[in-house]
């Protein structure tokens, strides 16, 4: 299995309700990039209540069957310092159609990428760089997972994504000018955080900050003071 994507049982209703999944998500962050270009609190506010909402109700959700009902889920509070415009710096040309890594992986699996390019974020203490990357199968797609120094207490123990556009999370950005937004705000766990069934791309070490990033999806329980 590869993260988002439950196999089920291959019957026709199982696929309809993958592809179920796949728009209502896809629904969701057209409404948050709506929102986010006036408010990007009201957007997480949305972006939360509506994922909430699918991890607990629909037959495609990553939580368990027998813990979906009462299924309620856990963030940091919102910080709009940590939403960025940033520009996407290239990466070095590689042969046309060439994927030349192999991310860690929460399973079996195993998903050929290439690094696109990097963007520098500007923390308050200094900047920091997390590499993009471009998924070769499934259905293509910008990844950018990341690790943190909330790993393993507050969020996580392997990290988790700021975009995966193959799954549609994906805040946007100007490709005329070569910027994606990211927002801490709306990271969120991969699905093997909920059950260990799912097999996940993970952050390679270049990927992998030195600070606590208190913000996004988190796992249950108060952080600390």
Request: with cysteine; aromatic share 12%; proline share 9%.
């Amino acid at each position: 299995m590869v993260d988002g994507w439950e196999q089920g049982d291959g019957s026709a209703t199982d696929r309809a309700w993958l592809a179920d999944w796949r728009r209502q998500v896809a629904a969701l962050y057209a409404e948050v990039r709506a929102l986010a270009a006036t408010d990007p609190a009201v957007a997480h506010r949305h972006w939360r209540e509506v994922r909430e909402r699918l991890y607990r109700e629909h037959p495609q959700s990553p939580v368990p069957r027998d813990a979906r009902e009462g299924f309620r889920a856990h963030h940091f509070e919102y910080d709009p310092a940590l939403r960025f415009t940033l520009t996407l710096e290239a990466a070095p040309p590689v042969a046309p159609g060439a994927f030349d890594l192999q991310l860690p992986n929460s399973g079996a699996d195993s998903l050929a990428f290439s690094r696109v390019g990097r963007v520098e974020i500007a923390f308050p203490d200094r900047p920091r760089n997390l590499s993009v990357f471009w998924m070769a199968g499934y259905a293509g797609g910008l990844f950018i997972p990341f690790r943190d120094a909330t790993n393993g207490r507050e969020t996580y123990g392997a990290g988790r994504y700021l975009v995966d556009a193959a799954k549609s999370a994906d805040l946007g950005g100007d490709p005329a000018v070569g910027t994606l937004i990211l927002d801490f705000n709306f990271a969120f766990q991969p699905s093997c955080a909920f059950d260990p069934r799912w097999a996940c791309p993970l952050a390679p070490p270049e990927n992998r900050l030195d600070i606590a990033v208190r913000a996004g999806e988190r796992l249950a329980g108060e952080p600390p003071a």
